[in-house]
């Protein structure tokens, strides 16, 4: 199936002029949309038959995320899973897609970071 891949971020236009999905052709991305490509490059190479479309959002993740879940058969969404001394908390942004995204919603953890006090 086809895959969007979706980088979220926050900047002085999002702030003037709303969020939303970033057009392939507006200038001034380049640090953004190479971010983007590194960070999937591997994959691509391990599943070439993959049709993969690479999508920027200006906004807060979980806002973009739920945005694009109304376009989507299903969201994946990376959390990293802290372990502290009273157990394991979640990230906000899974939380906020799970709760209110129409689809189905896959939470994929990334790794466990131990909590060490300072």
């Not at 380049?30 to 999937?40: D, F, G, K």
């Not at 591997?42 to 200006?58: C, I, N, S, W, Y």
């Amino acid at each position: 199936l086809p895959l969007t891949v979706m980088h979220c971020f926050w900047d002085v236009t999002a702030a003037a002029t709303g969020m939303g999905p970033v057009g392939d052709d507006e200038p001034g991305l380049e640090v953004e949309r190479l971010q983007l490509s590194e960070a999937i490059s591997g994959h691509r190479e391990k599943f070439p038959d993959v049709h993969v479309t690479l999508q920027l959002a200006r906004g807060l993740a979980d806002d973009c995320l739920v945005r694009a879940a109304h376009r989507m058969d299903m969201v994946v969404v990376g959390v990293r899973t802290t372990r502290s001394l009273l157990g394991f908390f979640e990230g906000q942004v899974d939380r906020a897609v799970v709760e209110h995204a129409p689809c189905v919603v896959a939470v994929v953890p990334s790794g466990v970071r131990r909590f060490e006090p300072a």
